[in-house]
Nanobody, 123 residues
C-alpha cells in the first residue's frame, strides 16, 4: 500500500489541525489504516487506527476525546483523516500514516508507511 500524508503545519496550543493520508493499492480495502507520531528524541508511538469492514477504531489514551479518525474508501484507494483538536505543545512531532493488513487493534504496528508530515504546536 502506498501512503502519502498531507495537512501538517504550525498551530497554536489549543488549536486544531486535520491530517489526511491518501492510500492506494489493489488490496487497500483489506488494510487497516492509522497514524503514528514521533517527537524528537522519543520513540514512535501509535495514535489511532481504523478498520475497513466494520469501521472499528483504536485510540491512544492520550488522544481519546480530542482526536477523531475517519476513513473513506473507493476502488483501490482510501483516504484516512485524523482530526486533531485541543492540541498540546508536547504533541509536536512528525506524524506518519501507516497501513496494516487486517483489523485495527491496539497492537497496530504498521507494515507500510508514509514519509511523514510535521506538526508543530507552539505559540
Amino acid at each position: 500500500v502506498q501512503l502519502v500524508e498531507s495537512g501538517g503545519g504550525l498551530v497554536q496550543p489549543g488549536g486544531s489541525l486535520r491530517l489526511s493520508c491518501a492510500a492506494s493499492g489493489p488490496a487497500v480495502a483489506y488494510y487497516s489504516l492509522g497514524w503514528f507520531r514521533q517527537a524528537p528524541s522519543k520513540e514512535r508511538e501509535g495514535v489511532a487506527c481504523i478498520s475497513t469492514n466494520d469501521g472499528s477504531t483504536w485510540y491512544a489514551d492520550s488522544v481519546k476525546g480530542r482526536f477523531t479518525i475517519s476513513r473513506d474508501d473507493a476502488k483501490f484507494t482510501a483516504t484516512v483523516t485524523l482530526q486533531m483538536n485541543d492540541l498540546k505543545p508536547e504533541e509536536t512531532a512528525v506524524y506518519y500514516c501507516a497501513a496494516q493488513f487486517g483489523f485495527c487493534r491496539k497492537d497496530f504496528a504498521g507494515e507500510d508507511w508514509g514519509e511523514g508530515t510535521q506538526v508543530t504546536v507552539s505559540s
